[in-house]
């Protein structure tokens, strides 16, 4: 069982938004929680583990989630933001083919099937 270790991370907020997002990437994806919010500690410990990998951000288009990017932004400018439509607001109910595409769009590698209407 020689699993390959994911390259590449992507940072949600809550366990919908993950279940959401592993399902469409097709790619070994490390998939991390926040959970809404993330301590300056809690931060700086996840980003001493991130150094070496390709790094995503994908949170709700809305007051905490804008909160959230900001401080990552901060912290870990290396980080690459991906954004869903404001009119889906969150990540969790947003289309599985925007999602998709969003995804894509980062060249992560996902299941085509969700690509449809």
């Known amino acids: 069982m020689n699993e390959a270790i994911p ?5 949600v907020e809550g366990k919908s938004d993950k279940t959401k997002v592993k399902n469409i990437i097709r790619e070994p994806v490390e ?9 300056i500690t809690k ?10 990998k390709d790094v995503y951000i994908l949170v709700d288009a809305d007051s905490a989630g804008e909160k959230l990017r900001k401080q990552f932004k901060r912290e870990f400018p290396e980080a690459e933001h991906l954004y869903i439509d404001r009119m889906y607001r969150e990540v969790a ?7 998709a595409t969003v995804l894509l769009g980062a060249n992560i590698d996902i299941y085509t099937q969700y690509l449809d209407r």
């Open 31 to 39: 998939i991390i929680c926040t959970n809404g919010t993330i301590s």
């Open 93 to 99: 109910t947003a289309p599985e083919h925007h999602l």
């Open 43 to 52: 931060l700086d410990e996840l980003i001493d583990t991130l150094f070496d």
């Open 7 to 11: 390259e590449k991370v992507i940072i």
